[in-house]
C-alpha cells in the first residue's frame, strides 16, 4: 500500500545515511496506512535527539516538545480530544534518562497511545556519550573507561508496571517491525514499542549484524497475557527476544476514568462553560 | 470590665491539630452570617501536629480585609501561645486563658487576664479535642450570636459526622457559649458592634477560591499540578469542582510533567493552568521557554513563599516577581498579573485565560501565602464583565501555525478541527511549523514573537489610584498588599499622599511614568528584601525611586507597621 498521505516529498532529512530511522519512519508510516489512520487524526508528540525529528519527515500534526517531555503533553493531548491518535516517539536517552520519571507515571496512568522508542543505545545528536540503554562497558568520549552503569532495561521496568502493551521490534526487520507497530497502534491503552536501531555512526558495537546475532523472536506459543512469563523474558540477556512480551488489554485507560468523559463524549474544546452553575458555586459562598 | 467597640481583632494562638483553622471557619462564616464584616488570615508552621500556629478574625461593623498588629481578644490555646504572640500584646489586650495550660510566669506578665476553663471543660466532654468547639462557643457568645444560630451551624458544620463527634462539638460550643454569657452578664466583658443585616447574604470567599473561581469563569477545563504550599487550595478548589464543570485534574508526577501536560492540553483545544510555588515553578521554568516558543497559551499560578529553595515553606513573600519575570531562556513575551483583592483575583484569573488565548503567551498569577489563605466577605463578583473569549480557528488545508503577521498574533489553530495540520516546535521553526535553520526565518520568528508585546502593553490592565488628584507622595504597591497599604494610608490621615497599585506588574499600563512624574516624592512598598518592582519600575520608566519599605521575614505587613514606616520615611525629609 503507497503511503503518498504522509509523504513529505523532496525534503532534506538530518539523520546519517544508512539510519536505522529511515526504517522505523518507513515502517511507521505504512503501519499508519494500514491502520487506517488519517494525517489529521494523528499527532506526533516528540521531544529532542534525532529520532525526535520523525514527525518532520510526514505528514501530520506534530507537537516537537522539550527533550524527555513527550509523553506529558501526549497524555494531555488524548484527555483533552480521545478522538485523536497519539504517538510520542523519542530516543532512547530522552524517553528513559531525560524522560525516566514521565515514562514511569504515564505507564500507571495508561493513556491510550502509542510511545515509540528509538533505542540505539547511544546518544547520537550530542556525539556519542552513553545512554541509559548503553551496555556496561561501553567506551565513549565521556565513558572513556566505559560505561559502568547497567543498562536500563525498559521492557522488564514496563512489565513490572503492569502495561498495557510492551513490545520490542527491530528497525533491521521491516515486516515484523511494521507489524508490531500496526498492533501498538490499534491497542486500546498505553501500547509501548521499544525498537532496537543501529546508530551506523557513533555506535560501533551495536551494529547490523550485532542486532541479527543477538535478538531472536518470542515463539508463536508465547503467552503474552501472563505477566510472570513476559517478566522472565524480558530479563533475558544474552539473546534479547523481540515481538509482544506483554498486553493487560482491559485495564481502564486514562480518558475512561476521566469524570469529563462519564456522560458526554465531546472534546474539552466543543464544550461551553455552565454559567449557571458558576453563579450556584458562587452563591453557596454567600451562606458559608 | 473591659468594652470592645467598633472593629475587633480577634486572635486564637495553639499548636497544628488543635482545630484552630476549624475554628476560623466556623467563626468567620457565623458571624458573618450574623451581619458581621469579617476579615481572617493565619500563621502557620510547616508541621502537621505541634509548634505555634495563629489565626487573625476582625470582626468589624464596617468593611474590613487587612491584618493587624493589634489584638483585642486573644485566646491561646497552648503553653506556648503567649509567647508566639507576645509582642502583638498590649495594655488593652484581653486575654481569655486556661491558666493551667499557660505558663504561670506568662499569666504574671498580662494584665487582661480571664481565666476560662478550657482543660477541665473539654476533658469532661471527651477530650482536648474539644477545646476548639469551646473556644468557637466562647467568641459567638460574646458577640452575642443566637444560642440556636450557634448550634444549627455546628450541627451543619461537623454533619455528616458520626452522631457522637457532632454532638459533643455542639455540646462544646454550648459550654463555651455559656461562659460567655456569665462573662457578659457578669459585665467582665462587653462587646458592641453594630451589625448590618446586607452582611448575611454576602460572599465569603478566601484568596485560593476567588482564583479558582475566576479560572472556572475564564473557562479553565484542564488543570495539572504537583501539591506545594502555599499554592495547593487551587488545584484542590478545582477538582473539588471538576464534575460540575467539565475539568480535567490531574495530579503531576512533578511540576515539569503537570506544565508540559498543560501545554499539551492548550494545544488540543483546552484551556489549561498550572498552580505552583517558587521551588515548583523553578521546575517549570525549561516549558516556559516551550510555551514563548510554541507561542502557545498558558496561564501559570504561582502563590509566593519565601525562598530561596524550600525558604519558609507555609510563609508568605513577594520574592518571585524576578523569577517570574526572567524565567525561560531565550527572549519572548508574557504577562504578569498580581491580585489585590479577592475580586480582582476572579477577574484577573478569569481575563489570564482570555490573555493567553488572545496573545499565545504564559499569563502569570502571582498571589502568595498570605493572599491564599486571607478571607473577608464582598457584595458581589463580577462573573460576566468578559466572558470567555476563545481565539481557536477552524483551519483549512493550506493552515500554517507560525503566518507571519503585522501584529504578531498567527491564528489559532488546534489538530481534528479543520483540514488543516498543526505544527509545533520547540526548535526554530518556520511558518509551518517545521524545524529549520533559516537564519532570516529566525530573525523574523523573534520580531514575530517580540512584536506582540506592542499590543500587550498598550490595552495593559492600569494600574489603581487611590487618593487625591493633587497628590505630593505617591506609595507605589503591587499585589497582596493591596489592603494593607490603603487601610495604612487612610490612617496616616493626610491628603496629599495617594496609593497607586499594580495589578498588571508586567508589561506595566503606559500612563504609569505620568503617575510617577507627577509625585514629588515616592515610596515602594514590597514584601521583599531587593525591591524588584521598584526596581522593574526604575527599568520600564526610567523614574528612579529612592524611598522603599521592604518585608521579609514571612508575614505580610501590618497595618500599624507600614503606618510607623511610612512616618519616620516622611518626617526624614519632610
Known amino acids: 500500500m503507497g503511503t503518498e498521505l504522509f509523504d513529505m516529498g523532496d525534503i532534506d532529512i538530518a539523520w546519517c545515511p544508512g539510519c536505522g530511522n529511515f526504517g522505523i519512519l518507513k515502517a511507521l508510516k505504512e503501519a499508519l496506512v494500514e491502520t487506517d489512520i488519517h494525517p489529521e487524526q494523528l499527532v506526533i508528540v516528540s521531544g529532542i535527539g534525532q529520532a525526535a525529528k520523525i514527525p518532520h519527515y510526514l505528514k501530520t500534526n506534530v507537537f516537537n516538545g522539550l527533550h524527555g517531555r513527550a509523553l506529558p503533553p501526549a497524555t494531555a493531548i488524548k484527555a483533552a480530544n480521545p478522538f485523536l491518535t497519539v504517538i510520542a516517539e523519542s530516543g532512547d536517552g530522552d524517553m528513559y534518562g531525560e524522560g525516566g520519571n514521565h515514562f514511569i507515571h504515564a505507564i500507571r496512568r495508561n493513556p491510550d497511545i502509542t510511545n515509540i522508542i528509538h533505542n540505539n543505545m547511544v546518544y547520537g545528536l550530542t556525539k556519542g556519550q552513553a545512554s541509559p540503554t548503553s551496555q556496561a562497558g561501553f567506551v565513549t568520549p565521556v565513558q572513556v573507561d566505559g560505561s559502568h552503569s547497567d543498562p536500563f532495561n525498559p521492557i522488564a521496568v514496563a512489565i513490572a508496571l503492569d502495561a498495557s502493551f510492551v513490545a520490542r521490534a527491530f528497525a533491521g526487520d521491516h515486516e515484523q517491525l511494521k507489524e508490531i507497530i500496526k498492533k501498538a497502534l490499534s491497542h486500546r491503552g498505553y501500547a509501548m514499542v521499544d525498537i532496537l536501531q543501529p546508530c551506523v555512526t557513533f555506535n560501533k558495537v551495536n551494529t547490523y549484524k550485532w542486532f541479527q546475532d543477538h535478538t531472536y523472536y518470542l515463539e508463536d506459543s508465547h503467552d503474552p497475557f501472563d505477566r510472570v512469563e513476559a517478566f522472565r523474558r524480558a530479563i533475558e540477556k544474552d539473546r534479547l527476544p523481540l515481538g509482544i512480551f506483554y498486553m493487560h488489554p482491559d485495564k481502564p485507560t486514562f480518558d475512561e476514568t476521566l469524570p469529563v468523559y462519564r456522560r458526554d463524549a465531546a472534546p474539552l474544546f466543543r464544550r461551553e462553560l455552565d454559567k449557571e452553575k458558576l453563579i450556584g458555586l458562587v452563591d453557596a459562598k454567600r451562606f458559608r | ?574
Open chain 2, 1 to 574: 470590665m473591659v468594652k470592645k467597640t467598633g472593629d475587633i481583632s480577634i486572635v486564637l494562638c495553639g499548636e497544628a491539630g488543635h482545630g484552630i483553622q476549624t475554628v476560623e471557619q466556623i467563626i468567620t462564616g457565623l458571624l458573618k452570617r450574623s451581619g458581621f464584616h469579617i476579615f481572617a488570615t493565619k500563621e502557620y508552621m510547616s508541621r502537621v501536629r505541634g509548634g505555634s500556629n495563629s489565626t487573625q478574625i476582625r470582626v468589624s461593623s464596617v468593611r474590613v480585609s487587612s491584618l493587624l498588629n493589634r489584638i483585642d481578644i486573644l485566646i491561646p490555646l497552648s503553653s506556648t501561645a503567649l509567647e508566639h504572640v507576645k509582642k502583638r500584646i498590649s495594655k488593652e489586650t484581653v486575654i481569655l486563658a486556661d491558666k493551667t495550660i499557660i505558663s504561670v510566669q506568662d499569666s504574671k506578665n498580662v494584665p487582661n487576664l480571664i481565666d476560662i476553663p478550657f482543660s477541665d471543660t473539654a476533658s469532661e466532654i471527651g477530650g482536648s479535642i474539644y477545646m476548639n468547639s469551646i473556644s468557637t462557643g466562647l467568641i459567638a457568645g460574646l458577640f452575642k450570636v443566637g444560642a440556636d444560630d450557634l448550634d444549627r451551624y455546628m450541627e451543619q458544620f461537623f454533619s455528616p459526622g458520626d452522631t457522637t463527634t457532632v454532638d459533643k462539638n455542639r455540646n462544646a460550643a454550648q459550654k463555651g457559649y455559656d461562659i460567655a454569657q456569665n462573662l457578659v452578664h457578669s459585665g467582665k466583658i462587653n462587646i458592641d458592634i453594630q451589625r448590618d443585616a446586607d452582611v448575611r447574604g454576602e460572599i465569603m470567599i478566601n484568596g485560593a477560591e476567588a482564583v479558582g473561581i475566576g479560572a472556572i469563569a475564564g473557562g479553565c477545563n484542564f488543570i495539572s499540578s504537583y501539591p506545594m504550599s502555599p499554592s495547593t487550595a487551587v488545584l484542590t478548589f478545582l477538582s473539588r469542582n471538576a464534575r460540575d464543570f467539565n475539568i480535567i485534574a490531574e495530579q503531576a508526577e512533578d511540576e515539569i510533567s503537570a506544565i508540559n501536560m498543560a501545554l499539551g492540553a492548550w494545544y488540543a483545544g483546552a484551556r489549561a493552568m498550572v498552580t505552583t510555588s517558587g521551588g515548583g515553578f523553578a521546575l517549570m521554568e525549561e516549558a516556559v521557554g516551550l510555551t514563548g516558543m510554541i507561542e502557545s497559551p498558558m496561564v501559570i499560578h504561582i502563590a509566593q513563599r519565601p525562598g530561596p529553595a524550600t525558604g519558609l515553606p507555609t510563609r508568605t513573600e513577594q520574592g518571585d516577581l524576578q523569577l517570574a519575570l526572567y524565567s525561560g531562556h531565550g527572549e519572548f513575551p508574557r504577562i504578569i498579573l498580581a491580585p489585590g483583592k479577592l475580586e480582582d483575583a476572579v477577574d484577573l484569573t478569569h481575563q489570564a485565560f482570555n490573555l493567553a488565548d488572545r496573545y499565545q503567551v504564559p499569563v502569570f498569577i502571582l498571589t502568595d501565602q498570605y493572599f491564599m489563605d486571607s478571607y473577608y466577605n464582598v457584595p458581589t463578583l463580577n462573573l460576566s464583565k468578559t466572558g470567555i473569549i476563545n481565539y481557536i480557528e477552524k483551519t483549512d488545508r493550506d493552515y500554517k501555525r507560525y503566518r507571519l503577521t503585522s501584529n504578531g498574533i498567527s491564528p489559532r489553530g488546534i489538530p481534528g478541527y479543520g483540514e488543516g495540520l498543526v505544527l509545533v516546535d520547540s526548535d526554530e521553526h518556520d511558518e509551518e511549523g517545521h524545524i529549520t535553520e533559516d537564519l532570516d526565518m529566525r530573525v523574523a520568528m523573534v520580531d514575530k514573537r517580540l512584536s506582540k508585546l506592542k499590543e500587550m502593553t498598550a490595552k495593559a490592565i492600569p494600574p489603581e489610584f487611590v487618593g487625591n488628584n493633587d497628590y505630593k507622595v505617591l506609595i507605589i504597591g503591587w499585589g497582596s498588599t493591596f489592603h494593607v497599604i490603603r487601610e495604612a494610608v487612610g490612617n496616616l490621615g493626610r491628603d496629599d499622599v495617594a496609593l497607586l497599585h499594580f495589578k498588571q506588574v508586567y508589561p506595566v499600563h503606559p500612563d504609569t511614568v505620568k503617575y510617577l512624574k507627577k509625585a514629588e516624592r515616592t515610596i515602594v512598598i514590597e514584601g521583599n528584601a531587593t525591591c524588584q518592582f521598584g526596581r522593574l519600575l526604575n527599568l520600564t520608566t526610567g523614574v528612579d525611586i529612592r524611598d522603599r519599605i521592604l518585608k521579609y521575614s514571612g508575614i505580610q505587613f501590618t497595618v500599624e507597621e507600614l503606618v510607623n514606616s511610612m512616618k519616620t520615611i516622611l518626617d526624614r525629609e519632610g
